[in-house]
Structure formats: C-alpha cells, structure tokens
C-alpha cells in the first residue's frame, strides 16, 4: 500500500469547513484513497473512500487531484464533536483485507 | 454495518499474568483483526484473525505472546500473555464488511488495559 503523508494537526473555528489535506505520491492505479476517524476513546470511523472522482457522502467530501497524488477531506460545516486524528489510507481493495493506519492529522476544532 | 462487542471494555491487571479479550459480530464475517494503539500512538495492526486456521501475525507480533482464537465466523479472542508494562494499551478488534474489500471496516470500542 502507498504511504501517506498528513499534517499531525490543524485548527479549524467551528461552523467553518475543515479542509484536511494527504499526499499519496506513489499511489498506484488500483489503489482506494480511504478516510476513517478516531474521536478520543472510540474506534476508528469509516468516513468516506473514493478512487478518482470526487466523492460525497453525508459526512464528508472527498477531493483527489486528477494526478491523484494527494486528496483533501473537506468536511463543510464543522463542529465541535469533529475533533478527532483523521486517517487517511491508500490501499488496494481486493489484496489482504489489511487496514493500515498512518500517524494521521489531529484535528481540533475551537469555538 | 456489523456491530461488535467487546469486552472487557478495560481492566488493570498485574505483571506477569495474561488477560484474554472477546470480539463478538452480529453477523458472519470472513475478515477479523486485531489492532494495539499506545498511548498517544496510532493504532498498529496486530494480526489477522482466520477462521478455522492459525492466525496471521504482522512484523513485531509473535504468538506466544498474542495468542488469537476464531472458532466460528462471528467471535475471536485475544491473549495478552505473560504482561508487562509496556503492553499497557488499547486493544481493538476489528471487521472488514461489504462487497468491496475496505468499504465498511467497523471497529469495537475498544479494551483499555493498564498494566502494573
């Protein structure tokens, strides 16, 4: 699976969109960009996976640029109850069933 | 999606001894796993959980130490052998779901030990 690269934190003001963004730079064909989040003393949550398009769900939007080097979660109006470390994951989705989670992107979101 | 119990939800338990941990599904599943996170770390995969067959162990994780049983499509456990200290973490079970491999991993809610 293509390592990412995420920032270790961010800030964003509630009622704000929450941009995060990943690097996959080696990415490859066949690989998924998945995105899943862990809120304190919970399991990690699926939030929303995509290929090559955009992707939108109740959740969340999912950005991938067209080289698919990288990819942004944008979750639009966020609130406190976002604060979580975001994950973001790039692997196959047939090979192993293996989910392999990175450092991630602590996110806070502030008043 | 599957939901899954897991207990103990989190103990303290002395050195030296073992603590075995349950994953039950809701429903069949063929993928199971199991995840370590220390504190303030990411969750590190420990192993994956076959039906009716051995385990798959990731680099780093030996059975003697984490022994894991799948004795039917809906429940495995974990052993934590033999304790010390540094095994003081969240212990997370894990499913993989749906017709896409990926799509709709569902995690327990975890078991937080405390070794002393």
């Known amino acids: 699976d293509a390592k990412t690269t995420q920032p270790p934190s961010m800030d964003c003001a509630e009622g704000r969109a929450a941009n995060l963004p990943c690097n996959h730079s080696?990415?490859?064909?066949?690989?998924?960009v998945y995105w899943y989040r862990q809120i304190h003393s919970q399991g990690p949550q699926y939030i929303i996976h995509?290929?090559?398009n955009n992707e939108t769900n109740e959740m969340a939007s999912l950005i991938i640029t067209e080289d698919r080097k990288s990819s942004t979660l944008i979750l639009p109006h966020a609130t406190l109850r976002d604060t979580a470390v975001y994950y973001c994951?790039?692997?196959?989705?047939?090979?192993?069933?293996?989910?392999?989670f990175g450092q991630g992107t602590e996110l806070s979101v502030k008043p | 999606s599957a939901v899954i119990s897991q207990k103990p939800s989190r103990d303290i338990c002395q050195r030296g001894t073992s603590l075995t941990i349950q994953c039950q599904v809701d429903?069949?599943?063929?993928?199971m796993f199991w995840y370590r996170q220390q504190p303030g770390q990411s969750l590190t995969l420990i192993a994956t959980?076959?039906?009716?067959?051995?385990?798959t162990y990731e680099s780093g994780f030996v059975i003697d130490k984490f022994p894991i049983s799948r004795p039917n499509l809906t429940f495995s456990t974990l052993t934590v052998s033999n304790m010390s200290p540094e095994d003081s973490s969240i212990y997370l079970c894990?499913?993989?779901?749906?017709?896409?491999w990926g799509y709709g991993y569902t995690f327990g809610s975890g078991t937080r030990l405390t070794v002393v």
């Open positions: 429903s069949q599943v063929t993928m």
């Open positions: 080696t990415i490859s064909g066949n690989e998924y």
């Open positions: 994951i790039a692997r196959r989705g047939n090979q192993g069933g293996k989910l392999i």
């Open positions: 959980a076959n039906q009716g067959s051995e385990a």
């Open positions: 894990s499913v993989g779901t749906g017709g896409l």
């Open positions: 995509g290929l090559k």
